[in-house]
């Protein structure tokens, strides 16, 4: 089934490409195909998710429903055009480094299904439009193709000048019909069109409240909304594109950086202009320019001009990377709070559950190949958490020093931070 799937991607893919400008009509009676579904339904498991509004989990589908009628339901619902979006389930949650919090919404699980088809039929369309400038949710690119392009863009470009911007609320300041005006240029199928308003006039649930959508905004956390998002902002792309400005742009959905070798204020306050037509506006604290010498974070990590000191070398300056002071702050609070207070625990059971938190920091930063000293430092960091763990649990007299000496926490299978790094020939 899954060939199947990826047969019809290429397809609708190619004949994206054959014509920019091509308006597809027919594309609804793809989003319920017993295969696109059935993809669709692998994809979301894999993304795993709470309940929604229903109270139903993946596990309740699998065990009480059957994922077989639960699809074929879904299935007979799109076909007759009767399905109908549930509203979603709103959360807030704490930015980190920040009092403030943000919302995040939680569909249904039948409605993350009929989002997840949706994007398999739509999203090889518009990925035919979208441009090199952005990273984020795209198949193929990542967080690290974007890292790199700034490292080549400062060190090879001579790109010194540094935009680092933030867009204020970006999805709940999103035109809704801007946005549909946008996708029509692609898609014409009344019932396709039909269905993604539904999508965004589903309204939320907030502490057991239901509030109606407006004219403004997509719920963050729903499947279609990452495709909406690239959707709504390769039109700033394409106006980068052909501004003739010469620098880089490099976005990661609604996070961007533009790096430039002069004209900084002129070519911010041309940002300024093109996102108001956009409704869109710059968040007036958190957006700056900057030298590189200086340094800023993009994508949780720290970006800084240095000299070379490699004898030899015809670079003078290079763009040097390592974890930003932010995200090294989020690792720590976040093994503070597995850590916390458990001492029902033993010492393996707590390194089980620290592992695929230091395992999952270490995928993402020891690809930047950052100098060994931030590892080091964290590795030194779980240890005295440990230590004091241990210390509290057996109200050791040795301060739990003996209880993570000769390496007995290595020995017992505590991932390493940097691990990955070392192992690639870059540090011992």
């Given amino acids: 089934m899954r060939n199947k799937v990826k047969d019809l991607q290429n397809t609708l893919s190619r004949a994206a490409k054959q014509s920019l400008d091509r308006k597809f009509g027919a594309l609804y009676d793809k989003f319920y195909r017993s295969d696109v579904l059935w993809e669709a339904w692998l994809r979301v498991k894999r993304n795993k998710g709470a309940a929604g509004v229903d109270g139903q989990t993946i596990e309740y589908i699998e065990k009480v429903i059957g994922v077989v009628p639960f699809l074929k339901e879904l299935q007979e619902e799109l076909r007759t055009q009767e ?25 249904i699980v039948k409605d993350r299904i009929a989002q997840a088809a949706a994007k398999l039929v739509l999203e090889p369309i518009f990925e035919t439009n979208f441009l090199n400038f952005s990273y984020g949710f795209r198949p193929g690119r990542s967080a ?3 890292i790199d392009k700034i490292r080549r863009s400062i060190t090879f470009e001579r790109q010194y000048i540094v935009i680092d911007a933030d867009i204020t609320k970006y999805f709940d300041s999103i035109r809704k019909q801007l946005l549909m005006e946008l996708v029509e240029r692609r898609v014409n199928d009344p019932r396709v069109l039909k269905l993604l308003w539904k999508w965004l006039n589903a309204g939320v649930m907030d502490n057991g409240r239901y509030f109606k959508a407006d004219e403004f905004g997509t719920p963050q956390g729903s499947v279609i909304s990452p495709l909406l998002a690239n959707i709504y902002l ?11 400005i010469c620098g880089t742009l490099v976005r990661y959905a609604d996070d961007f950086v533009i790096l430039l070798r002069g004209r900084g204020k002129a070519v911010l306050e041309w940002v300024r202009r093109k996102l108001a037509k956009l409704g869109l506006i710059l968040h007036p604290g958190k957006t700056r320019i900057v030298h590189a010498k200086e340094g800023f974070d993009f994508l949780g990590v720290h970006f800084r001009l240095r000299p070379v000191r490699k004898r030899g070398s015809r670079l003078k300056y290079s763009c040097r990377r390592w974890p930003s002071e932010r995200s090294m702050k989020r690792i720590k609070q976040r093994i503070r709070e597995v850590i916390g207070r458990q001492y ?85």
């Fill in 83 to 107: 399905y109908d979006p549930e509203p979603v389930l709103r959360y807030w949650i704490p930015k980190p480094g920040s009092t403030d919090k943000r919302p995040l919404g939680i569909p």
């Fill in 144 to 146: 690290h193709d974007a």
């Fill in 234 to 244: 390769h039109a700033f792309d394409k106006m980068f594109q052909l501004s003739g």
């Fill in 344 to 428: 029902s625990l033993s010492l393996e059971e707590m390194i089980m559950l620290l592992n695929p938190i230091i395992r999952g920091w270490n995928n993402y930063h020891t690809r930047i190949q950052a100098d060994r000293k931030w590892f080091r430092y964290l590795n030194w960091f779980v240890r005295d958490r440990l230590r004091i763990f241990l210390k509290r649990k057996y109200s050791d007299p040795s301060r739990g020093t003996r209880r993570v000496s000769d390496n007995v926490l290595i020995r017992l299978g505590l991932t390493q931070f940097g691990r990955s790094w070392c192992i690639n020939g870059n540090g011992s």
